[in-house]
Structure formats: C-alpha cells, structure tokens
C-alpha cells in the first residue's frame, strides 16, 4: 500500500512539471486585431491629421500646454470615435515637424500598412511620400509608425524619414564631430576658468601675506681708517762697500789674533746672502 502511494505521487509530480514547462514554453499570445480597421486608423492619422493641420498650427499644438492637448484629442474622440493619448499626439506633431524639414509636404500616403503585433499592442507602419527629392531625383520618403493599444487606443505616433547609407554615415560622421568638438571646447573653456581662478588666487595672497620680519634698521658705519705713510727704508749700502767693510773687520780680527798685520786684500768675499 505504501509503495502505491509513493508511485502515484511520484506520477503527480511527474505530471505537474511537464505541465509546468508546457506552460512555460508556449508563447504569449498575441493581440487580436482586424487589419483593415488598423490600417483605416494609421490612414486617419496620415491624412485628416498631418493632411490638414498646416505647419503653423502643428508647431502652436506642439507647444502648446497639455490641457489644450486633451481638448483637442477630446474632440478628435466625440467627433470619430478614436481615442488618442494626448502625449502621443502631441509627441507625433513635434516628430511630423522635424521630418517636414527633410519630406517637405505630404504628397501621398501608402493604401497598405505594414502591420505586427506582439501580446501588448499593435504597431501599423505607413510609407508617407513627400515633395522633397534626394540626391538621385527620386521622391524622398517617411515611414509613419501608429501604436495601437489591445482596446484599438492610440498610445504612440512617430514620423522616420528614410535616409541612404551614404545619408545615414554622413549624418553619423557630422554628429561625432560635433560630439567631439563640443566636448573640446568645454575643456579648453575649463582649462581656462581654472587658469584664472589660480591667477586670482595667487593675486588675493600677495595682497594680503604680511611681510614675516621686520624691516632691519639700517647699520652704522664703520669708522674711517686713517692711513699713516710709512716711510721708505733708507737704501741698501752698496755691495761693494759691504764687502770692503767686511774684508776689514776680518783683517783686523786675524792681525789682533795673530800680531801680524793682515791686509784686507787677501781676503775676497765669493757670495752675499741678505735675510
């Protein structure tokens, strides 16, 4: 009997968990929706919307207060019955604006509108034509992209303007230059602030550092030294008297010792070395 047991909440489990991953796998399902009242709304917007509502007032609606905006869209709901996120409306004129400068006006709006779907809502691509050439002759062209909610609600409106590639890297190439440029010049505008803030402050400390030490007073000369002339030793005798006084004295000195007179002749002085 337990053993039955165990079997059967052992196939329970079993059976739970691959329900639970049978669940997990499938796919959320997506919004239901009838293409040809999508398309009529993305057609709408197009043409009673950016068809009639000229540049000038697209750009007033575009900045105007959002409480003129829900009057609008108000209106837009008891005259056609479709419901607009005010956001939305206004947020599509402001980008309608920016692709009216490359488009120029709107010359024709496709019949078909790309549509996809996913479990939140429903999007509806149309491909508006403009009066605007490129650069090879043909028509340039917008892609108008309508958002629709699961109740068939507006909630978003964009207007893309299809570029080449060529259109798309020069556009790349002038941001990232631009990019680069403006971050240059706020550096070297910093560099600069900083520079004369380290002027300024070196300025403020001369300005108000104090002399450390007094001024010293001034020293008093030294007395004057007067000179006193020395006068000139009297001139040395002349070598040969010198050596005829010498010879003399010796003379006399032997003629003393001996008692024989010596002549001062027979003497003869070979050097004279003065001290």
């Known amino acids: 009997m337990k053993n039955l047991v165990k079997k059967l909440a052992l196939v329970s489990f079993v059976v739970c968990l691959v329900l639970s991953m049978t669940a997990c796998g499938k796919e959320a399902a997506k919004v239901e929706y009838d293409s040809a009242t999508v398309t009529s709304v993305a057609q709408f917007v197009a043409q009673n919307l950016y068809g009639v509502v000229d540049e000038e007032n697209a750009k007033k609606l575009s900045e105007a207060d959002i409480e003129d905006i829900e009057a609008v869209v108000s209106n837009i709901e008891s005259s056609y019955g479709l419901k607009v996120d005010a956001g939305a409306f206004q947020s599509g004129l402001s980008s309608y604006l920016s692709a009216v400068e490359e488009l120029g006006s709107v010359a024709e709006v496709s019949k078909d509108a790309k549509i996809s779907a996913d479990d939140k809502e429903v999007i509806a691509d149309l491909t508006l034509t403009g009066t605007n050439l490129k ?3 043909s028509p340039r062209t917008a892609e108008l992209e309508v958002i629709l909610t699961k109740r068939m609600a507006i909630s978003s409106i964009a207007v893309n303007v299809e570029r080449t590639w060529g259109e798309k890297i020069t ?10 440029g403006t971050t240059f010049v706020v550096l070297i505008f910093i560099s600069i602030v900083i520079w004369l803030m380290g002027l300024i402050v070196t300025g403020a400390q001369k300005k108000t550092e104090a002399p450390k030490t007094a001024a010293k ?3 008093a000369p030294a007395p004057a030294v007067e ?8 001139a040395a005798a002349d070598d040969q008297e010198l050596i005829a006084v010498i010879a003399a004295a010796i003379a006399a000195y032997e003629s003393e010792a001996t008692g024989v007179y010596v002549s001062p002749d027979t003497f003869v002085v070979r050097s004279l070395r003065r001290h």
Not at 174 to 179: A, E
């Open 227 to 234: 000179k006193t002339e020395v006068p000139a030793a009297p």
């Open 171 to 180: 556009n790349a190439a002038l941001n990232t230059v631009l990019g680069m």
């Open 135 to 137: 650069a090879d002759g």
């Open 217 to 219: 007073p001034a020293s």
